[in-house]
């Protein structure tokens, strides 16, 4: 067992998708896993691990933001040997273009979060995808016709802002939607040498101010862990 995961040695699979969402764990478990098991519920975040099309795979939630991802996926990988991460959330669109349900796949992750100050004094550190999982991902919707979009996203440390209209500077040089992790997992990955990807769909919009209902994220983000559950290799 680790500190915030009580699952013993070998209950968890080399491949894990982390929503931040412990519930949403669950419901991926229950939906697209057979014979999933709950291996962990400390402070009741939700972890199953069970198969999906003969491959065996994890879910774990990791809760909101940054600090709590960290801490989930530095004890999956030190503690349990965990090899691939893909994130599946939620996130806000920064571009008219890019509309509620649309798929990104995020290549990179600007961030407001100060993680990497302390180790990259007076520089910025850009934290990437791995380039396999993002190339199968990509070339897995492309084969079944679900359209995605992919490039630099913001993992941010406010949910709630002061202004509502700071995102436009974001927007004006490329970044495609707003969400609180994915900058997080892409340096623990590349820290630790293992594959990490991070999968978002739009919920909301700050072009616009629309918003999908709790009804409507659920059936939207089917796709999305579709992609992702079909990107991960045998775990």
Known sequence: MSLHIEAPKGAIAKSILLPGDPMRAKWIAETFLEDAKCYNDVR???GYTGHYRGKRVSVQGTGM??????????????????????????????????KLRDIVLAMAASSTSG???????????????????????AEYAKNNDIPIRAGNV?????????????????ADFGVLCVEMETAGLYTIAAKYKVQALAILTISDSLVTKEELSADARET????????????????
């Open 44 to 46: 009741g975040m939700l």
């Open 65 to 98: 933001g940054i600090p709590s991802t960290l801490i989930y996926c530095h004890e999956l990988i030190k503690e349990y040997g965990v090899k691939q991460l893909i994130r599946v959330g939620s996130a806000g669109s920064y571009q008219a273009d890019i």
């Open 115 to 137: 993680i990497n100050n302390s180790r990259f004094i007076n520089a910025d550190y850009a934290p990437t995808a791995d380039f396999e999982l993002f190339l199968k991902a």
């Open 154 to 170: 913001l993992s941010a440390d406010e949910f709630y802002k002061d202004s509502m209209e700071d995102y436009k500077k974001w």
């Open 220 to 235: 939207s983000f089917r796709k999305m862990v579709e992609i992702g559950l079909n990107t991960v290799g045998e775990g």
